[in-house]
């Protein structure tokens, strides 16, 4: 393994950069933690690692919510300062406090002790009814939901008439109303009529102060769960003095969260206190149990994990000491062996970067076959190795757990966390004829398929083009690019050059120009969190994110793929779980052959770290950012504490 990684990819990967990579400590993960679920909201505690054969190193949860003491300061951090502090407008890097402010109509419902379903349960909302031909849902809202106090410094100046106020009807349609118009609130793009044609909400009224209905132009599976997506963009409440111009989203943010802000300091950081009108709510556990959360601003991974060392931060954002964020795996174990009382996690790695190919005028990308070389000549389970360090893992009696990204994910924060959806392209019985798209069995054969399809679309001597990328942070994707490229070069893919783009030219270059474009790109993964919105996001012709392409090779078209059109069109439609699975996996394989788009290749187990004065952790799990600093608690009687 060792000497095949130096001859293939040391030549793609200079020391500069790759010393670069290996210090960018936390802010990957918690950023593949925030998109991950933007769409896929399973951020807060991602999907389980098998826990059989773990070594006794790997903590094995216990739910201890019933004996959990209340009080306390988590001490955790921000890689930088909030853009701004609107909900339909925040960036990713904002998520990790954002969300425990904020407040839904419903929201996802985690697993305790497993994987989530694709379950909600109820925030704000009551209770729901849906009609029978599921076209109408009536929100009762709890009596008991009210706005936070706001009674601290960062809300000076806001409408006093806001704070322990009732949310009523007049502010959810509000926050409709706002939401449907903000540009950057991509998620309304799967519900708003008014906004997307092939949004399913055509209307929404309040025939009280304490009733929301919706009214739909056709059944929609995904709109409850999609309604409790906790990601970015996606449908929070807002008081209804906004429409007064009472106050500026981007300068305050109301909630009835879980938390709400005390105070900032651009630069300093923010700490967060505890929301008490959220616990009439939770009535079985009164989360949250902490009574605050500071948030310095530590940008420096080095700092960050001199803080950890001192107890100062209590657990890395989103268990972000890992190979993936850029933070070498003998940095963790290291840590475990100098601090052998560390809670250690292992759970399913994250890859939330998608490659994107062009279908311009003249695009090579437009052959399938081109298409189908690139994925031959990827070598998965290297790339796993190399960015996830699964190899060290292995030498610590800890399992790598490989697992490949198809259409739909294996094992991330939130998109791909649910059961029974994940289609695993090396169970090739399960996975029919096209895992042989993948690999063939054996990586030089991979190479050699690989080449003939190339010579056989025109370009026997390999073929050269510019690899254009979205700098999610400069160190842990960079090297994640740098190696893609080393493992395609051996089947004869060259790039020319690399060029950095911006989220605002992804859309007007790439994707609203319906996928005119001739080099490669990669960029994010948004969408979900039910596979079936995922996929129209990315394979539908109404998807948000859908460049366009014709599934003949003939010039770019919005109309897409007839295929991937219809059956995205049944699973939407469809309710019974089993059939919009099996809806789900006859996607899957068919776009192992035509491969429109291709996600990163894969992960493998990761590490966290934490402080055994944080208990319940990884107990409750796919509860979203939007459960952030919530269902963990304080045990002041353990280490860093005692």
Not at 88 to 112: E, I, M, T
Not at 170 to 176: F, G, I, R, S
Not at 332 to 337: A, F, G, I, P, R
Not at 438 to 447: H, I, K, L, Q, Y
Request: with cysteine; hydrophobic share 35%; aromatic share 12%.
């Amino acid at each position: 393994m060792a000497s095949y990684w130096n001859s293939v990819l040391d030549r793609r990967i200079s020391r500069r950069r790759a010393i670069a990579a290996t210090g960018a400590g936390a802010l990957g993960a918690a950023f593949l933690a925030a998109c991950g679920g933007d769409d896929g909201d399973g951020g807060g505690s991602g999907s389980t690692a098998p826990q059989s054969n773990l070594p006794d190193s790997i903590l094995k949860p216990v739910d201890t919510s019933k004996s959990a003491k209340r009080g306390g300061v988590w001490k955790s951090y921000l890689v930088r300062d909030p853009q701004n502090f609107d909900l339909y407008n925040f960036d990713p890097f904002s998520q990790p406090f954002a969300n425990a402010v904020g407040s839904k109509l419903v929201k996802a419902k985690p697993g305790l002790m497993e994987d989530p379903s694709l379950a909600i349960e109820p925030d704000v909302a009551q209770s729901w009814e849906i009609s029978p031909d599921k076209m109408t849902v009536t929100f009762k809202l709890n009596p008991n939901a009210k706005w936070a106090p706001l009674g601290t410094p960062y809300y000076q100046g806001t409408p006093g008439t806001i704070a322990n106020r009732q949310i009523d009807s007049e502010d959810v349609l509000a926050a409709w109303e706002r939401w449907g118009v903000t540009p950057t609130a991509s998620g309304a793009d799967e519900l708003v009529n008014s906004r997307q044609p092939a949004a399913p909400v055509t209307s929404i009224t309040a025939p009280d102060k304490s009733t929301v209905t919706l009214k739909l132009n056709k059944p929609f599976a995904p709109l409850l769960i999609s309604l409790g997506n906790g990601s970015v963009s996606y449908f929070y409440l807002y008081p209804k003095e906004i429409k007064n111009n009472g106050f500026d989203p981007f300068k305050h943010q109301f909630g009835s969260g879980p938390f709400m802000i005390d105070t900032y300091e651009p630069s300093v950081g923010m700490k967060l206190k505890r929301n008490p009108n959220y616990e009439l709510r939770d009535t079985e556990f009164k989360r949250p149990y902490v009574d605050s959360v500071e948030l310095p601003i530590v940008p420096d991974s080095a700092n960050q994990l001199a803080q950890f060392r001192v107890g100062a931060i209590m657990m890395p954002t989103a268990g972000g000491l890992t190979a993936a964020a850029g933070r070498p795996i003998e940095d963790v174990l290291q840590l475990k062996k100098d601090f052998p009382e560390l809670q250690m996690l292992a759970f399913r790695g994250a890859d939330s970067t998608q490659m994107w190919f062009g279908f311009g005028q003249d695009s090579p990308w437009k052959d399938v076959r081109v298409r189908q070389a690139m994925s031959l000549s990827w070598d998965r389970d290297l790339y796993i190795t190399t960015i996830h360090g699964t190899d060290k893992l292995e030498l610590a009696g800890i399992p790598g757990n490989h697992q490949w990204n198809a259409a739909y994910p294996a094992g991330e924060f939130g998109i791909g966390a649910f059961k029974g959806w994940y289609l695993d392209p090396k169970d090739t019985k399960a996975f029919g004829e096209n895992s042989k798209f993948f690999s063939t069995g054996n990586r030089a054969n991979d190479v050699a398929e690989a080449k003939k399809l190339l010579a056989a679309a025109g370009h026997p001597n390999g073929m050269t083009f510019k690899h254009t990328q979205y700098p999610i942070q400069p160190g842990p994707q960079q090297r994640a690019q740098d190696v893609m490229e080393g493992l395609f070069v051996e089947a004869g893919f060259k790039v020319s050059e690399q060029e950095k783009v911006t989220i605002p030219a992804i859309f007007t270059d790439y994707i609203n120009n319906g996928g005119n474009f001739v080099n490669l790109l990669n960029t994010l993964d948004f969408g979900g969190p039910d596979p079936a919105a995922y996929f129209r996001t990315h394979l539908h012709k109404t998807g948000s994110l859908f460049g366009g392409w014709d599934p003949d090779g003939k010039p770019t078209s919005k109309e897409g793929d007839p295929f991937l059109n219809d059956n995205i069109d049944k699973m939407m439609l469809e309710f019974d779980e089993a059939k919009r699975q099996e809806l789900a996996h006859g996607i899957i394989r068919y776009m192992g052959k035509m491969n429109y788009k291709m996600r990163y290749p894969g992960a493998g187990t990761q590490l966290g770290l934490a402080w055994p004065a944080l208990q319940n952790v990884y107990t409750w799990r796919g509860y979203g950012l939007a459960g952030a600093y919530s269902y963990e608690w304080i045990d002041p009687t353990k280490k860093p504490f005692a």
